[in-house]
């Protein structure tokens, strides 16, 4: 993602809006040329359902088993569990026997570094890759920070988040200091922002006080708006299903606040120590 090509999409509130984020900012990078994989590492399965795979307990190959071969020191051939997106992303894939391969996590060897040391086998061919988390800090979230590079937290501006933003980044926190020295918090997205109503502004106002002395605060909002709750069952991005809304534009300027700060960050010198 932003300057390195990973990146974990968590969420202090709900799963659905992250998955839309996923989704729509990988599709996003692949229509500005990036080579994009979308890695879905929640065993709800969401990212894989909204991608037009409804069927995913019935996929000859997802992450689950890549997962289980990696833990039983086999070969994962994550290549083998790929899928091609017709709007030019791939998809590693989720079902719920990921679920399953949670408990395996417990008693593994090197057990935080198992999704990472997968990816590290298929990173150099892409641009980006975007691991949808599941909403809980489980075992298998704890990889996907392990394994990326950056976060960006989408928060809904219907509610506040206090709670578990202050989880999240403790969370982050401690996986940087013990695990994943380069992670890094790239931002928070406002997602489903209605800014005509009194909640949502405090929501706004409330981010920008607690965090935003520290943290960056994604200029782009993606407001609510029914079209982008129905793309769920359609297999297609916002932009394939209605290229002119607003909700298509707003993810098309969160593309170029990612670009734009990839930009600047591989251009940077590094700070002194």
Same mark, same amino acid.
């Given at each position: ?95 719920? =026997? ?7 996590? $417990? %008693? /593994? ?7 990472? !040391?997968? &990816? ?72 489903? =922002? ?7 502004? $405090? %929501? /706004? ?7 935003? !002395?520290? &943290? ?58």
């Amino acid at each position: 993602m932003f300057y390195f090509p990973l990146c974990t999409l968590c969420e202090a509130s709900h799963n659905v809006t992250k998955t839309n984020v996923s989704e729509n900012l990988g599709v996003g990078l692949a229509m500005e040329g990036k080579k994009v994989l979308v890695v879905d590492s929640d065993p709800q399965a969401d990212l894989t359902t909204a991608l037009g795979w409804s069927d995913s307990d019935n996929l000859p190959v997802t992450l689950a088993d890549i997962m289980e071969r990696s833990i039983r020191d086999e070969d994962p051939d994550p290549v083998s569990a790929i899928l091609h997106h017709k709007e030019g992303i791939d998809l590693l894939p989720s079902n719920i =026997a990921l679920s399953g391969v949670e408990m395996s996590l $417990v %008693t /593994a060897m090197s057990r935080e570094y198992t999704l990472r !040391n997968i &990816l590290n086998r298929i990173k150099d061919n892409y641009d980006h890759i975007i691991i949808d988390c599941p909403p809980s800090l489980s075992m298998l979230t704890i990889n996907a920070l392990a394994a990326a590079d950056s976060v960006i937290v989408p928060v809904q501006a219907q509610y506040l988040p206090a709670k578990g933003m202050t989880q999240l980044m403790k969370t982050v926190g401690k996986v940087r200091k013990q695990i994943n020295p380069n992670l890094k918090v790239d931002g928070i997205l406002l997602t489903l =922002a209605d800014m005509r109503t009194n909640l949502a502004r $405090v %929501t /706004a106002d409330t981010i920008r006080q607690q965090y935003g !002395n520290h &943290l960056r605060i994604f200029k782009t909002q993606i407001p609510v708006a029914i079209k982008a709750a129905e793309i769920s069952a359609t297999g297609k991005s916002i932009f394939a299903y209605d290229k002119g809304s607003k909700v298509a534009q707003a993810y098309s300027a969160l593309v170029k606040e990612v670009l734009e700060g990839e930009a600047r960050s591989k251009t940077t010198p590094p700070r002194s120590r």
